[in-house]
C-alpha cells in the first residue's frame, strides 16, 4: 500500500504561469511533509516542507499547501521557469528523524520557454 | 548549506564481484544515514537505516547479506553491494542528517552491473 501518492507522472507549463504539482498521504501519523527536486543522476535537494501545525509555507517562487483533512498537499510554482523542469517527488515523515521519509513516486515538470 | 557527498557517482561492474559505496557528510557529524535505491521511473525506495557503531536496519525484503552496511564513523557509511548481479544494477542514493535537520542526499551512484 503506497502511503503518499502522486498521481500525475508529468506536468507541462509555459513559462511564467504556473505549475501546481498534486500529491496525497494516507497515513495520518505523518506530521511533516517535504518537496524535492531532483535533476537525472543526481540526488534529491531539499526544496520546502510544511509541519503539519501550519497549512502554508511560502519560500520565494515556491508555496506549498496542506491540507490535512483531505490528506492533500501541493506545490505551486510561480512564475515557472525553465530552470525549474526536473522531476519533483513528494515526502512525508512521522516524527522528528529527517531522513526517514516516505516517497512518491515523482513527477517529471517541464517548462516550456 | 550542509554537503552529502556520495561515491562513485558511477561504477560498472562483472556479475559476481562486489561494489563498494561510500556516503560522507562533509561539514556536519552524522547521527543517521539512510540508503535508497531508485529503480527507472520510479520512486525513492528506502533500503535501511544506518546507525554508527550499531547494526543497520533494514527495510522489509531488503537482503541484508547481498546489501552490506557499515557506518563506522559520523561522518562515514557504506553500502556493500555483494555478489552483483544485473538485477542489482540500479541508482543508489544515500541520505545524511543530524538530529532536527533536515536529510541532505548524497549525488547518487549509478550501478551497473554487466
Known amino acids: 500500500d503506497q502511503q503518499v501518492k502522486q498521481n500525475s507522472p508529468s506536468l507541462s507549463v509555459q513559462e511564467g504561469r504556473i505549475s501546481i504539482l498534486n500529491c496525497d498521504y494516507t497515513n495520518s501519523m505523518f506530521d511533516y511533509f517535504l518537496w524535492y527536486k531532483k535533476y537525472p543522476a543526481e540526488g534529491p535537494t531539499f526544496l520546502i516542507s510544511?509541519?503539519?501545525?501550519?497549512d502554508k509555507n511560502e519560500d520565494g517562487r515556491f508555496t506549498v499547501f496542506l491540507n490535512k483533512s483531505a490528506k492533500h498537499l501541493s506545490l505551486h510554482i510561480v512564475p515557472s521557469q525553465p530552470g525549474d523542469s526536473a522531476v519533483y517527488f513528494c515526502a512525508a515523515r512521522a516524527g522528528t528523524n529527517a531522513g526517514k521519509s516516505t516517497f512518491g513516486d515523482g513527477t517529471t515538470l517541464t517548462v516550456k520557454p | 548549506g550542509a554537503v552529502v557527498s556520495q561515491h562513485p557517482s558511477r561504477v560498472i561492474c562483472k556479475s559476481g564481484t562486489s561494489v563498494k559505496i561510500e556516503c560522507r557528510s562533509l561539514d556536519f557529524q552524522a547521527t543517521t544515514m539512510f540508503w535508497y535505491r531508485q529503480f527507472p521511473k520510479q520512486s525513492l525506495m528506502l533500503m535501511a537505516t544506518s546507525n554508527e557503531g550499531s547494526k543497520a536496519t533494514y527495510e522489509q525484503g531488503v537482503e541484508k547479506d547481498k546489501f552490506l552496511i557499515n557506518h563506522a564513523s559520523l561522518t562515514l557509511s557504506t553500502l556493500t553491494v555483494t555478489s552483483a548481479h544485473p538485477e542489482d544494477s540500479s541508482f543508489y542514493i544515500c541520505?545524511?542528517?543530524?538530529?532536527?535537520?533536515?536529510?541532505?542526499f548524497g549525488q547518487g551512484t549509478r550501478l551497473t552491473v554487466v
Open positions: 510544511i509541519s503539519s501545525i501550519k
Open positions: 541520505s545524511a542528517n543530524s538530529l532536527n535537520t533536515e536529510a541532505f
